[in-house]
């Protein structure tokens, strides 16, 4: 599966984006979808992720009730919306994709398959 992220850009604070992630090479109708981000000098950090069906959510804490994770099979493509964005929210964002059977969603290492990254930057 190859994955490309995009959407990422410059927003102030208490903007909104939305990220893209386009699939190509095999239908993610089978997959776990899931956004990480990577901030300076930070590790990789889960930010939300959608069963391969798209009736399970799982998010962050930190992004609960601000940013919401959905998916169109259809399209082959899992989106990010994000709203009230925060300085904080400032990384590098990454879509994942792994096998439906995986035992948790918030496990990086889990995700075989990774985009190339889009950058987000919120201004205070």
């Known amino acids: 599966v190859q994955l490309q992220a995009s959407g990422g850009g410059l927003v102030q604070a208490g903007g909104s984006l939305r990220l893209s992630c386009a699939a190509s090479?095999?239908?993610?109708?089978?997959?776990?979808m899931g956004w990480f981000r990577q901030a300076p000098g930070k590790e990789r950090e889960f930010v939300a992720a959608i069963s391969w069906s798209g009736d399970s959510t799982n998010y962050a804490d930190s992004v609960k009730g601000r940013f919401s994770i959905s998916r169109d099979n259809a399209k082959n493509t899992v989106y990010l919306q994000m709203n009230s964005l925060k300085p904080e929210d400032t990384a590098v964002y990454y879509c994942a994709a792994a096998w439906r059977t995986i035992a948790t969603m918030r496990n990086a290492p889990a995700y075989p398959y990774w985009g190339q990254g889009t950058l987000v930057t919120v201004s205070s």
């Open positions: 090479g095999r239908t993610i109708s089978n997959y776990i």
